[in-house]
C-alpha cells in the first residue's frame, strides 16, 4: 500500500515540473486546450503571470528600482482577443522619468501538430505621450487567434524608488500561476499590506548582497596620479515571495463602491531608510506617522498654517458674530460660493493662496483653506483624510491610501462634517464620492483618529398623494415631495442644471404615460433646505376595470417595478452609500357607485438584524382609500452573508406593492 | 481746449464700452436667445484661406456665453494637430457676467494630450484643449486660434449649430481661394434659415444670426440633417502630399483606387496558393467568398493605427497577412485581395458607419465617410461585407451599415450606391411560447425565440455572454416579472440562416395576484412592451423611425385546475401608418387553457411633427393593452 502512495506523488510531481515557464517553452498542451480548466466561461486566462521589484545600485544614480514583468496569456475565444494588446503607463516626474526596456513578445500557435512563433516587431509597439504627466507604451501581438498562447516580458527602470505599484493578483480573467516577488536591501524598511478577499500572505526570506563601488581618488602634487580602488559594502536584502495558483477571476456586482476593495494584491509602503553611516529617515509605519508625515509635509502643514491671504475677507465675514456655529456657517457658505473645485483630488493643496485669489483649486486647496478659516474664527477644525469610493478603502496605514480631505468641526463630543467642493453639500451631508467607509482626522496637536464617514441619518424622501379614480381607470391627482440629505443632494447634482421643460419631460419618461402639469420645484437651490416638489398629474390605465369590478394596486406608478437584485449569488458587500427612508402617503378617492369589495392586508416585513424593514398600512373610510407605505434601509453598508435576505426583501416588497384592492358597483 | 478733449475722450470710451462689452457680457443677451440654452454663441467666425494647393490657413474666434455646465462644450476650444498641421496661435480668455475679463489663458497654458480615441490604439494626432474650472455661471470664454496645413483635402465647413440647446447671436464664415484653385460648394438648408451670402471673385461669405436653440426630443433625426450647412471641396487638394485633381466622384474614386488602394493588393505567392487550396472544392462564386469571409475571421482582429495617411489608405495586404490585424480599411483590403487571388471581384467602399445610417453625399464629391467595408457583386446583386468583425455571420451589416449610401471604389472611378436595408418584415421575431399557471400562482414556461434582421443585432452578442451574465440578460429582459428564475438557457446562432434561436425555460412563484376567490394574471406573458415614447408639449422637430420590426408570438396557457375564466381581455386590433397591432385570446374549454396570440409591428419613415402625438398614442395604446387581465374565477 505504502508503494502505491510513492507512485502517486511521484506522478504529480511530474505533471507538476511539466509546466515549463521559461520565456518562450510554450507547451503543445498550452496551445491544445480548448477552454479554461478553472472557469469554462473565460475568454482567457493568464497561464502564467511574474512580476519581480528590487532595487540595484548604480553609481551615477544611486538606487533604482527595477520592475521585471513577464506573462503568458491562453486565448480562448474572440472576445479574448483584446488581451494580445497591452499599455504600460509609465510616470514622468520634473527631471526624471521611469523607462522601459527589454520589451519582447511572442505569439504561439499550432500549425500542423507543431509550435510556431512569432514574434512582436517594431512596427507593433507605440510610445506616446499621453500628458504632462505619463507616457505610455502600448504593443498589440501579431498573429493572434483563438487558441493562441501569447507572452510577453519587459522591464521597467524608475528612479522613484519610494512609489513601488501595487502588486495585483486577481484580473477580470483566472491566473493559473503566479509568481511575484519584491526585495529590498536592508536600508530601505518597507510595510507591506495585503488585500481583498483571497487572503494572501507572502513567503519572508533574506538572502545577503553586495555593492561594488569603484572610487576613484586624485592626488594632486607634482604629477597627478588617479587612483581607482574597489570597495564592497555587504548588505542583507529581504525578500517577499508570493506564489498562488488557480486564482479565480474577479467579476463585477452592482451596488459595489470599488472593486478595487475586493482585488487581491499587495501594497508597499517605505517606512523608513536607513543608510550606512546616515541616521534614520523615516516615511511612515503608523497611522500616527503617517499622519505626521502628511502634517509635516511643507504642502500640507505650511499651506494650513497660512493666514494672511484670507484675513481681511474672513474679519468682514464674521465681525458681529460671536455664535461659534453661526460663523462655522458663514465660513462654510463663504468657501463654497468663493473658491470651486477644478476636479482634481488629492490631499495636498497646490497653492491655497493662489486658489483664493483664483477662485478655483483642487480639494485640499479649498477643505484646507476652510480648516484655516474657521481655526482663525476660533472653532476646533481639523482635516480628515479621506479616501473616496472609487480609491478604494485605506485598511492600513498609508500616505497612498488617502487622496481626498474634507473638514471636521469638534464641538462638544460630536465632529461635524463639512465638504466646501460641492455647493450642495451641507455640514454632515457629504459628496457621495467621499462616503467611503472612515477617514482620519488629523489634529494640531499632531494625534489622530478614525471618523466614521456613513452618514448616520436616514436620506429621507416624503411623498404624498392624492388620487382621484375614474371608472375608465384613469386617475388624477396631486403629489407633494419632499426631500432630504444625500438624496436631495443626488438630486441636485442631476437636475440643478436641466431646464424646467426638460426636467417635466425626464420625469414623464420615467413614468411613461404620466402626463404632469403645475410641475414646481422648491429650495433646489438652497441646500440647507430638503426639496419640495409639487405636481398634478393624469394617467391612463392605473387600473383593471373588468365587469362591474375595478382592479388596482393603491401604489399605481410609484410601485417598485423590478428587483435591483438579480444575480443568484453574490459575494461582495452591498453599497447603498447612505440609509435611507422612502414615506409615501395615499389618499384615494374611488368612484361614484363603487364601493371597497377587498384591500390588501396591513403588513410589516423586516430585513434580520434591524438592517431594514417595509411598513404597508391600508384602511377604508367611506369613498376614501388610506395607504401608508413606508420603507428604510438603516445603514449604508450589508455584508453578503445577508444577500439572499436582501434579494427576497425587495422581492417581497413588490409582491406586497402588487396586490390588488377590488371595487365592485353598488 | 482741456475740457472739449477730456469728453472728446470720454465719448469714445463709452463707445467702445459698448461696442466690446456688448459681446463679453452676458447681461446683453437677447432674451429669445437665451430661453432654454445652455450656451449662446454670441460671435463665431471662421476664415479659411487656401492659399495654394498645399497651403491653407485656418482662423477662429469665438466668443461663447456659458449658462451651466452642459453648455461648456460649446466653446469647442481645442486644436488638432500632427506633422501637417501647425498651430499659429491660440489663446483664450474668459469674462464675468458683467464682461469684465477674469482669466488670461496662453498657448503655454492649453493642455497637451495625444488624441486617440477610444478604440483606437495609436494615432499621431494630438490635440491641445482648454481645462477651465468655471468659478460661476454664466460667464463667457473668447477662443482664438490660427492653424496652417498642407492638407487642403478637408476645408472646414460652415456649420454654426453645433448641438442641441444652443443658440447663435451671430455666426460668420469666409472662404477665400486663388484664380487657379476651383472651389466647389453644397449649401444644406441655407435658405430655410435665411442665412445670407456674399460671393465676389475669389471670396465667399456667409452669415447665420438669431437662431434659438433646438431642443432634443426623442424620434428626431440627427441635428445636421435640419440646421444649415455648408460644405466645400477643392478641385485641386493635398493628401498628406499626395496632390490630385478631382471634380467628381468618378475621379474621386480613381484617385482614390490607383494612388491609395492598388498598391496594396500584394498578397505573398504562399497566401495566394494556400487560399486556392482553401476554395478549390466550392463551386460557387458565393460559397468560396464565404470560405474566405471565415478564413479572414478566424485569422484577424481589429487594431487601429492611424499613422499619417493610413488614415486614408490602407496597410497592405501582405501586413496584415503577416499580423493578423488591421483597421477597417486594412481588414477590407486583406479580404477584397484574397478574394481577387481567386478571381472574384470585390470593390473597396467607403461609408459612414454608426446607427444613424448618414449618407455618403451623392451630389458633392468630397473626402467624406468614417470607415471602409467591402462589396462583392454577385449575379447583379450586392453584398456588403464588414471586415472588421470576427463574428457576424456573411453578409451581415445589421445597423452598423445598412440602408444608407455608401462610395464603391472601383478601378474606372467610382459610384454611389445604397446598401443593404432590412425591412419590417426582415427584422422579425417569432415566439411560441407554453405556460402553465397553477392555483398558487406558480408560473411555469417554456419558449422559442426566432431572431432576424435588425432583431438578431440586437441579440446575437448574448451567445458569447458568460453564464451568470446571461442570467441576468433574461431576467432584465423580462424585469417585469417578480421573483423570476431562468431554469434552462439553449442558444444557437444559426449563422447560415442568419437568425439567432433561444430556448429557454422561466419560472416565478406568485405571478397572479390572488383576490379572494379570484385570480388576475396579465395574459401577454412573454413579450410585453413597456414603452412610451416622451411627451412633448410643442414638439419642434419631425421625427423619424430608422428601422421597422415586427413580432409574433403565440402562447399556451394552461390554467388551473381549480379555476375557470370569469373574464378575458378583448381581442385588439390596431392599424395605422406606424403599424399595427393584434391580439387574439381563444379559450379552450375542453382542456381549460388558452391560446394567446399577438402581432406588432412598427413601420420604418420619416412624419412630420404634427403627427408625432398619434404615434405617442399608437405606443401608449399597445403598453396598455399588453397589461391586459385574465380574472379566473375558483370552481364552485
Same mark, same amino acid.
Given at each position: 500500500?505504502?508503494?502505491?502512495?510513492?507512485?502517486?506523488?511521484?506522478?504529480?510531481?511530474?505533471?507538476?515540473?511539466?509546466?515549463?515557464?521559461?520565456?518562450?517553452?510554450?507547451?503543445?498542451?498550452?496551445?491544445?486546450?480548448?477552454?479554461?480548466?478553472?472557469?469554462?466561461?473565460?475568454?482567457?486566462?493568464?497561464?502564467?503571470?511574474?512580476?519581480?521589484?528590487? @532595487?540595484?545600485?548604480?553609481?551615477?544614480?544611486?538606487?533604482?528600482?527595477?520592475?521585471?514583468?513577464?506573462?503568458?496569456?491562453? %486565448?480562448?475565444?474572440?472576445?479574448?482577443?483584446?488581451?494580445?494588446?497591452?499599455?504600460?503607463?509609465?510616470?514622468?516626474?520634473?527631471?526624471? !522619468?521611469?523607462?522601459?526596456?527589454?520589451?519582447?513578445?511572442?505569439?504561439?500557435? /499550432?500549425?500542423?501538430?507543431?509550435?510556431?512563433?512569432?514574434?512582436? !516587431?517594431?512596427?507593433?509597439?507605440?510610445?506616446?505621450?499621453?500628458?504632462?504627466?505619463?507616457?505610455?507604451?502600448?504593443?498589440?501581438?501579431?498573429?493572434?487567434?483563438?487558441?493562441?498562447?501569447?507572452?510577453?516580458?519587459?522591464?521597467?527602470?524608475?528612479?522613484?524608488?519610494?512609489?513601488?505599484?501595487?502588486?495585483?493578483?486577481?484580473?477580470?480573467?483566472?491566473?493559473?500561476?503566479?509568481?511575484?516577488?519584491?526585495?529590498?536591501?536592508?536600508?530601505?524598511?518597507?510595510?507591506?499590506?495585503?488585500?481583498?478577499?483571497?487572503?494572501?500572505?507572502?513567503?519572508?526570506?533574506?538572502?545577503?548582497?553586495?555593492?561594488?563601488?569603484?572610487?576613484?581618488?586624485?592626488?594632486?602634487?607634482?604629477?597627478?596620479?588617479?587612483?581607482?580602488?574597489?570597495?564592497?559594502?555587504?548588505?542583507?536584502?529581504?525578500?517577499?515571495?508570493?506564489?498562488?495558483?488557480?486564482?479565480?477571476?474577479?467579476?463585477?456586482?452592482?451596488?459595489?463602491?470599488?472593486?478595487?476593495?475586493?482585488?487581491?494584491?499587495?501594497?508597499?509602503?517605505?517606512?523608513?531608510?536607513?543608510?550606512?553611516?546616515?541616521?534614520?529617515?523615516?516615511?511612515?509605519?503608523?497611522?500616527?506617522?503617517?499622519?505626521?508625515?502628511?502634517?509635516?509635509?511643507?504642502?500640507?502643514?505650511?499651506?494650513?498654517?497660512?493666514?494672511?491671504?484670507?484675513?481681511?475677507?474672513?474679519?468682514?465675514?464674521?465681525?458681529?458674530?460671536?455664535?461659534?456655529?453661526?460663523?462655522?456657517?458663514?465660513?462654510?457658505?463663504?468657501?463654497?460660493?468663493?473658491?470651486?473645485?477644478?476636479?482634481?483630488?488629492?490631499?495636498?493643496?497646490?497653492?491655497?493662496?493662489?486658489?483664493?485669489?483664483?477662485?478655483?483649486?483642487?480639494?485640499?486647496?479649498?477643505?484646507?483653506?476652510?480648516?484655516?478659516?474657521?481655526?482663525?474664527?476660533?472653532?476646533?477644525?481639523?482635516?480628515? /483624510?479621506?479616501?473616496?469610493?472609487?480609491?478604494?478603502?485605506?485598511? @492600513?496605514?498609508?500616505?497612498?491610501?488617502?487622496?481626498?480631505?474634507?473638514?471636521?468641526?469638534?464641538?462638544?463630543?460630536?465632529?461635524?462634517?463639512?465638504?466646501?467642493?460641492?455647493?450642495?453639500?451641507?455640514?454632515?451631508?457629504?459628496?457621495?464620492?467621499?462616503?467611503?467607509?472612515?477617514?482620519?482626522?488629523?489634529?494640531?496637536?499632531?494625534?489622530?483618529?478614525?471618523?466614521?464617514?456613513?452618514?448616520?441619518?436616514?436620506?429621507?424622501?416624503?411623498?404624498?398623494?392624492?388620487?382621484?379614480?375614474?371608472?375608465?381607470?384613469?386617475?388624477?391627482?396631486?403629489?407633494?415631495?419632499?426631500?432630504?440629505?444625500?438624496?436631495?443632494?443626488?438630486?441636485?447634482?442631476?437636475?440643478?442644471?436641466?431646464?424646467?421643460?426638460?426636467?417635466?419631460?425626464?420625469?414623464?419618461?420615467?413614468?411613461?404615460?404620466? !402626463?404632469?402639469?403645475?410641475?414646481?420645484?422648491?429650495?433646489?437651490?438652497?441646500?440647507?433646505?430638503?426639496?419640495?416638489?409639487?405636481?398634478?398629474?393624469?394617467?391612463?390605465?392605473?387600473?383593471?376595470?373588468?365587469?362591474?369590478?375595478?382592479?388596482?394596486?393603491?401604489?399605481?406608478?410609484?410601485?417598485?417595478?423590478?428587483?435591483?437584485?438579480?444575480?443568484?449569488?453574490?459575494?461582495?458587500?452591498?453599497?447603498?452609500?447612505?440609509?435611507?427612508?422612502?414615506?409615501?402617503?395615499?389618499?384615494?378617492?374611488?368612484?361614484?357607485?363603487?364601493?371597497?369589495?377587498?384591500?390588501?392586508?396591513?403588513?410589516?416585513?423586516?430585513?434580520?438584524?434591524?438592517?431594514?424593514? @417595509?411598513?404597508?398600512?391600508?384602511?377604508?373610510?367611506?369613498? %376614501?382609500?388610506?395607504?401608508?407605505?413606508?420603507?428604510?434601509?438603516?445603514?449604508?453598508?450589508?455584508?453578503?452573508?445577508?444577500?439572499?435576505?436582501?434579494?427576497?426583501?425587495?422581492?417581497?416588497?413588490?409582491?406586497?406593492?402588487?396586490?390588488?384592492?377590488?371595487?365592485?358597483?353598488? | 481746449?482741456?475740457?472739449?478733449?477730456?469728453?472728446?475722450?470720454?465719448?469714445?470710451?463709452?463707445?467702445?464700452?459698448?461696442?466690446?462689452?456688448?459681446?463679453?457680457?452676458?447681461?446683453?443677451?437677447?432674451?429669445?436667445?437665451?430661453?432654454?440654452?445652455?450656451?449662446?454663441?454670441?460671435?463665431?467666425?471662421?476664415?479659411?484661406?487656401?492659399?495654394?494647393?498645399?497651403?491653407?490657413?485656418?482662423?477662429?474666434?469665438?466668443?461663447?456665453?456659458?449658462?451651466?455646465?452642459?453648455?461648456?462644450?460649446?466653446?469647442?476650444?481645442?486644436?488638432?494637430?500632427?506633422?501637417?498641421?501647425?498651430?499659429?496661435?491660440?489663446?483664450?480668455?474668459?469674462?464675468?457676467?458683467?464682461?469684465?475679463?477674469?482669466?488670461?489663458?496662453?498657448?503655454?497654458?492649453?493642455?497637451?494630450?495625444?488624441?486617440?480615441?477610444?478604440?483606437?490604439?495609436?494615432?499621431?494626432?494630438?490635440?491641445?484643449?482648454?481645462?477651465?474650472?468655471?468659478?460661476?455661471?454664466?460667464?463667457?470664454?473668447?477662443?482664438?486660434?490660427?492653424?496652417?496645413?498642407?492638407?487642403?483635402?478637408?476645408?472646414?465647413?460652415?456649420?454654426?449649430?453645433?448641438?442641441?440647446?444652443?443658440?447663435?447671436?451671430?455666426?460668420?464664415? *469666409?472662404?477665400?481661394?486663388?484664380?487657379?484653385?476651383?472651389?466647389?460648394? *453644397?449649401?444644406?438648408?441655407?435658405?430655410?434659415?435665411?442665412?445670407?451670402?456674399?460671393?465676389?471673385?475669389?471670396?465667399?461669405?456667409? $452669415?447665420?444670426?438669431?437662431?434659438?436653440?433646438?431642443?432634443?426630443?426623442?424620434?428626431?433625426?440627427?441635428?445636421?440633417?435640419?440646421?444649415?450647412?455648408?460644405?466645400?471641396?477643392?478641385?485641386?487638394?493635398?493628401?498628406?502630399?499626395?496632390?490630385?485633381?478631382?471634380?467628381?466622384?468618378?475621379?474621386?474614386?480613381?484617385?482614390?483606387?490607383?494612388?491609395?488602394?492598388?498598391?496594396?493588393?500584394?498578397?505573398?505567392? =504562399?497566401?495566394?496558393?494556400?487560399?486556392?487550396?482553401?476554395?478549390?472544392?466550392?463551386?460557387?462564386?458565393?460559397?468560396?467568398?464565404?470560405?474566405?469571409?471565415?478564413?479572414?475571421?478566424?485569422?484577424?482582429?481589429?487594431?487601429?493605427?492611424?499613422?499619417?495617411?493610413?488614415?486614408?489608405?490602407?496597410?497592405?495586404?501582405?501586413?496584415?497577412?503577416?499580423?493578423?490585424?488591421?483597421?477597417?480599411?486594412?481588414?477590407?483590403?486583406?479580404?477584397?485581395?484574397?478574394?481577387?487571388?481567386?478571381?472574384?471581384?470585390?470593390?473597396?467602399?467607403?461609408?459612414?458607419?454608426?446607427?444613424?445610417?448618414?449618407?455618403?453625399?451623392?451630389?458633392?464629391? =468630397?473626402?467624406?465617410?468614417?470607415?471602409?467595408?467591402?462589396?462583392?457583386?454577385?449575379?447583379?446583386?450586392?453584398?456588403?461585407?464588414?471586415?472588421?468583425?470576427?463574428?457576424?455571420?456573411?453578409?451581415?451589416?445589421?445597423?452598423?451599415?445598412?440602408?444608407?449610401?455608401?462610395?464603391?471604389?472601383?478601378?474606372?472611378?467610382?459610384?454611389?450606391?445604397?446598401?443593404?436595408?432590412?425591412?419590417?418584415?426582415?427584422?422579425?421575431?417569432?415566439?411560441?411560447?407554453?405556460?402553465?399557471?397553477?392555483?398558487?400562482?406558480?408560473?411555469?414556461?417554456?419558449?422559442?425565440?426566432?431572431?432576424?434582421?435588425?432583431?438578431?443585432?440586437?441579440?446575437?452578442?448574448?451567445?458569447?455572454?458568460?453564464?451568470?451574465?446571461?442570467?441576468?440578460?433574461?431576467?432584465?429582459?423580462?424585469?417585469?416579472?417578480?421573483?423570476?428564475?431562468?431554469?434552462?438557457?439553449?442558444?444557437?446562432?444559426?449563422?447560415?440562416?442568419?437568425?439567432?434561436?433561444?430556448?429557454?425555460?422561466?419560472?416565478? $412563484? $406568485?405571478?397572479?395576484?390572488?383576490?379572494?376567490?379570484?385570480?388576475?394574471?396579465?395574459?401577454?406573458?412573454?413579450?410585453?412592451?413597456?414603452?412610451?415614447?416622451?411627451?412633448?408639449?410643442?414638439?419642434?422637430?419631425?421625427?423619424?423611425?430608422?428601422?421597422?420590426?415586427?413580432?409574433?408570438?403565440?402562447?399556451?396557457?394552461?390554467?388551473?385546475?381549480?379555476?375557470?375564466?370569469?373574464?378575458?381581455? *378583448?381581442?385588439?386590433?390596431?392599424?395605422?401608418?406606424?403599424?399595427?397591432?393584434?391580439?387574439?385570446?381563444?379559450?379552450?374549454?375542453?382542456?381549460?387553457?388558452?391560446?394567446?396570440?399577438?402581432?406588432?409591428?412598427?413601420?420604418?419613415?420619416?412624419?412630420?411633427?404634427?403627427?408625432?402625438?398619434?404615434?405617442?398614442?399608437?405606443? *401608449?395604446?399597445?403598453?396598455?393593452?399588453?397589461?391586459?387581465?385574465?380574472?379566473?374565477?375558483?370552481?364552485?
Amino acid at each position: 500500500m505504502k508503494v502505491k502512495g510513492a507512485i502517486i506523488l511521484f506522478l504529480i510531481s511530474i505533471s507538476l515540473t511539466a509546466q515549463n515557464y521559461k520565456f518562450g517553452k510554450v507547451s503543445k498542451e498550452e496551445l491544445e486546450e480548448q477552454s479554461c480548466s478553472l472557469d469554462a466561461s473565460a475568454n482567457a486566462a493568464y497561464l502564467y503571470k511574474y512580476r519581480t521589484s528590487f @532595487f540595484e545600485y548604480n553609481q551615477n544614480e544611486g538606487f533604482v528600482l527595477i520592475t521585471k514583468v513577464h506573462e503568458r496569456i491562453k %486565448i480562448y475565444n474572440k472576445d479574448g482577443l483584446r488581451y494580445a494588446t497591452k499599455a504600460i503607463t509609465t510616470y514622468k516626474g520634473s527631471s526624471d !522619468e521611469e523607462s522601459i526596456y527589454g520589451l519582447k513578445g511572442n505569439v504561439y500557435n /499550432l500549425v500542423n501538430g507543431k509550435v510556431e512563433a512569432t514574434k512582436l !516587431e517594431k512596427g507593433g509597439i507605440f510610445k506616446e505621450k499621453v500628458n504632462k504627466y505619463y507616457n505610455q507604451t502600448k504593443f498589440t501581438l501579431p498573429n493572434v487567434k483563438e487558441g493562441s498562447v501569447l507572452e510577453y516580458k519587459y522591464q521597467i527602470s524608475s528612479p522613484f524608488f519610494t512609489h513601488i505599484n501595487e502588486y495585483q493578483f486577481q484580473y477580470s480573467i483566472p491566473i493559473k500561476k503566479l509568481e511575484a516577488n519584491f526585495r529590498a536591501p536592508e536600508y530601505f524598511n518597507f510595510k507591506v499590506n495585503t488585500k481583498g478577499y483571497l487572503n494572501v500572505i507572502p513567503k519572508k526570506t533574506t538572502k545577503n548582497g553586495s555593492i561594488a563601488f569603484v572610487n576613484k581618488s586624485r592626488s594632486t602634487g607634482s604629477i597627478t596620479t588617479t587612483t581607482y580602488n574597489n570597495s564592497k559594502v555587504d548588505f542583507i536584502e529581504n525578500i517577499h515571495n508570493y506564489s498562488l495558483s488557480n486564482v479565480p477571476a474577479l467579476k463585477r456586482e452592482p451596488y459595489v463602491n470599488s472593486m478595487r476593495n475586493y482585488r487581491a494584491g499587495a501594497r508597499y509602503e517605505l517606512s523608513f531608510t536607513k543608510f550606512p553611516h546616515s541616521s534614520l529617515k523615516y516615511y511612515t509605519t503608523t497611522w500616527d506617522d503617517v499622519v505626521k508625515k502628511i502634517y509635516k509635509s511643507s504642502s500640507f502643514g505650511e499651506e494650513l498654517k497660512k493666514t494672511g491671504y484670507f484675513e481681511t475677507g474672513i474679519d468682514k465675514i464674521i465681525s458681529g458674530e460671536n455664535d461659534p456655529k453661526k460663523r462655522m456657517m458663514l465660513i462654510f457658505d463663504y468657501v463654497k460660493s468663493k473658491v470651486q473645485w477644478n476636479n482634481y483630488y488629492g490631499i495636498y493643496p497646490s497653492d491655497v493662496k493662489k486658489a483664493y485669489k483664483n477662485h478655483t483649486g483642487n480639494v485640499a486647496d479649498i477643505n484646507l483653506m476652510l480648516t484655516s478659516m474657521l481655526r482663525y474664527a476660533g472653532l476646533d477644525a481639523n482635516p480628515i /483624510l479621506v479616501s473616496t469610493r472609487s480609491h478604494g478603502i485605506p485598511v @492600513f496605514p498609508t500616505r497612498e491610501g488617502y487622496n481626498y480631505v474634507i473638514c471636521g468641526v469638534e464641538v462638544l463630543d460630536n465632529i461635524v462634517l463639512l465638504d466646501a467642493t460641492s455647493r450642495h453639500a451641507t455640514p454632515n451631508v457629504l459628496p457621495f464620492r467621499a462616503l467611503n467607509w472612515k477617514g482620519r482626522i488629523v489634529r494640531k496637536s499632531g494625534s489622530s483618529a478614525f471618523v466614521d464617514l456613513y452618514p448616520k441619518e436616514k436620506s429621507t424622501n416624503t411623498v404624498s398623494l392624492s388620487i382621484e379614480l375614474d371608472e375608465q381607470g384613469r386617475i388624477n391627482g396631486a403629489m407633494r415631495s419632499s426631500k432630504t440629505s444625500n438624496g436631495a443632494m443626488n438630486y441636485r447634482y442631476s437636475y440643478n442644471s436641466v431646464s424646467k421643460e426638460e426636467y417635466l419631460e425626464k420625469v414623464e419618461s420615467k413614468y411613461k404615460g404620466i !402626463e404632469v402639469s403645475n410641475l414646481e420645484v422648491l429650495d433646489n437651490l438652497n441646500p440647507y433646505k430638503p426639496i419640495t416638489e409639487n405636481c398634478e398629474f393624469v394617467m391612463d390605465g392605473q387600473a383593471d376595470v373588468i365587469n362591474d369590478k375595478i382592479f388596482l394596486s393603491p401604489l399605481f406608478f410609484l410601485k417598485e417595478k423590478e428587483n435591483p437584485f438579480k444575480l443568484e449569488k453574490r459575494e461582495f458587500p452591498i453599497d447603498f452609500g447612505y440609509p435611507y427612508r422612502d414615506i409615501y402617503r395615499y389618499t384615494i378617492k374611488i368612484p361614484e357607485g363603487y364601493k371597497v369589495e377587498s384591500i390588501p392586508e396591513s403588513k410589516i416585513l423586516k430585513l434580520p438584524d434591524n438592517l431594514g424593514d @417595509f411598513s404597508y398600512r391600508i384602511g377604508v373610510k367611506g369613498q %376614501i382609500i388610506q395607504l401608508i407605505a413606508d420603507s428604510k434601509i438603516n445603514t449604508s453598508i450589508i455584508p453578503p452573508m445577508y444577500y439572499d435576505a436582501v434579494k427576497a426583501y425587495f422581492s417581497s416588497i413588490i409582491e406586497t406593492q402588487n396586490e390588488q384592492v377590488v371595487l365592485t358597483k353598488q | 481746449m482741456k475740457l472739449r478733449h477730456i469728453t472728446f475722450s470720454l465719448f469714445l470710451l463709452t463707445l467702445n464700452v459698448f461696442s466690446q462689452g456688448n459681446l463679453y457680457s452676458a447681461l446683453t443677451i437677447p432674451e429669445h436667445l437665451k430661453k432654454n440654452a445652455y450656451a449662446v454663441m454670441r460671435s463665431s467666425e471662421t476664415n479659411v484661406s487656401i492659399n495654394s494647393i498645399n497651403g491653407m490657413v485656418v482662423k477662429e474666434k469665438r466668443v461663447v456665453t456659458i449658462f451651466n455646465k452642459k453648455g461648456s462644450k460649446y466653446v469647442n476650444a481645442y486644436v488638432h494637430y500632427d506633422k501637417n498641421v501647425k498651430i499659429k496661435a491660440l489663446q483664450a480668455a474668459v469674462y464675468n457676467e458683467f464682461g469684465q475679463q477674469i482669466k488670461k489663458i496662453k498657448k503655454g497654458d492649453f493642455e497637451d494630450v495625444s488624441a486617440v480615441s477610444g478604440g483606437t490604439l495609436y494615432s499621431d494626432s494630438r490635440v491641445k484643449y482648454l481645462n477651465y474650472t468655471p468659478t460661476t455661471y454664466p460667464y463667457t470664454i473668447e477662443f482664438v486660434s490660427e492653424i496652417t496645413t498642407s492638407n487642403t483635402a478637408f476645408i472646414p465647413q460652415f456649420f454654426p449649430i453645433r448641438g442641441y440647446f444652443l443658440s447663435i447671436e451671430n455666426s460668420t464664415y *469666409k472662404i477665400s481661394y486663388p484664380q487657379h484653385i476651383s472651389l466647389r460648394k *453644397k449649401e444644406i438648408n441655407t435658405e430655410e434659415f435665411n442665412v445670407e451670402k456674399e460671393i465676389s471673385e475669389g471670396n465667399i461669405r456667409y $452669415k447665420l444670426t438669431n437662431v434659438e436653440v433646438f431642443k432634443k426630443e426623442s424620434y428626431s433625426p440627427p441635428l445636421q440633417t435640419i440646421t444649415p450647412k455648408v460644405l466645400f471641396a477643392s478641385k485641386q487638394f493635398s493628401l498628406e502630399g499626395v496632390e490630385t485633381t478631382v471634380e467628381n466622384w468618378n475621379d474621386f474614386g480613381k484617385w482614390m483606387y490607383n494612388d491609395l488602394v492598388k498598391a496594396a493588393n500584394d498578397l505573398p505567392e =504562399s497566401t495566394i496558393n494556400a487560399i486556392k487550396e482553401l476554395v478549390k472544392n466550392e463551386k460557387s462564386t458565393i460559397d468560396k467568398a464565404k470560405k474566405i469571409y471565415q478564413y479572414v475571421q478566424d485569422k484577424t482582429r481589429y487594431v487601429s493605427v492611424q499613422i499619417g495617411i493610413g488614415g486614408w489608405k490602407p496597410y497592405s495586404a501582405s501586413y496584415v497577412d503577416k499580423l493578423g490585424y488591421g483597421d477597417c480599411k486594412a481588414l477590407t483590403n486583406y479580404t477584397m485581395s484574397l478574394l481577387d487571388a481567386v478571381g472574384i471581384e470585390s470593390n473597396y467602399t467607403v461609408i459612414f458607419a454608426g446607427r444613424n445610417q448618414r449618407n455618403m453625399d451623392k451630389d458633392f464629391t =468630397s473626402m467624406q465617410g468614417n470607415h471602409a467595408c467591402l462589396t462583392l457583386p454577385i449575379d447583379g446583386e450586392n453584398i456588403w461585407l464588414e471586415c472588421t468583425s470576427q463574428k457576424v455571420p456573411f453578409g451581415f451589416i445589421g445597423s452598423f451599415t445598412d440602408d444608407r449610401d455608401a462610395l464603391i471604389i472601383k478601378p474606372d472611378g467610382a459610384e454611389i450606391k445604397r446598401t443593404k436595408k432590412y425591412t419590417k418584415a426582415e427584422n422579425s421575431q417569432v415566439l411560441k411560447g407554453y405556460c402553465s399557471i397553477s392555483e398558487e400562482g406558480y408560473l411555469k414556461a417554456d419558449l422559442k425565440m426566432i431572431s432576424m434582421g435588425i432583431q438578431y443585432n440586437d441579440k446575437y452578442r448574448i451567445e458569447d455572454y458568460e453564464a451568470r451574465d446571461k442570467d441576468v440578460t433574461y431576467k432584465k429582459r423580462w424585469n417585469y416579472i417578480n421573483n423570476l428564475t431562468i431554469d434552462k438557457i439553449d442558444i444557437n446562432n444559426n449563422k447560415a440562416a442568419i437568425q439567432f434561436e433561444e430556448s429557454l425555460s422561466l419560472s416565478a $412563484k $406568485k405571478y397572479s395576484k390572488n383576490v379572494g376567490d379570484r385570480m388576475l394574471f396579465e395574459v401577454n406573458i412573454l413579450n410585453r412592451n413597456a414603452h412610451v415614447p416622451n411627451r412633448y408639449k410643442n414638439r419642434t422637430l419631425p421625427f423619424e423611425i430608422k428601422r421597422g420590426f415586427i413580432d409574433k408570438d403565440n402562447v399556451e396557457i394552461e390554467l388551473p385546475s381549480g379555476y375557470v375564466v370569469e373574464s378575458l381581455p *378583448k381581442n385588439a386590433s390596431l392599424e395605422n401608418k406606424y403599424g399595427h397591432y393584434k391580439t387574439e385570446i381563444v379559450l379552450n374549454q375542453k382542456n381549460n387553457s388558452l391560446s394567446y396570440s399577438r402581432e406588432f409591428s412598427v413601420n420604418d419613415g420619416l412624419y412630420p411633427k404634427e403627427y408625432y402625438d398619434s404615434f405617442r398614442a399608437f405606443y *401608449k395604446e399597445v403598453a396598455r393593452l399588453d397589461k391586459a387581465k385574465v380574472i379566473l374565477i375558483k370552481k364552485q
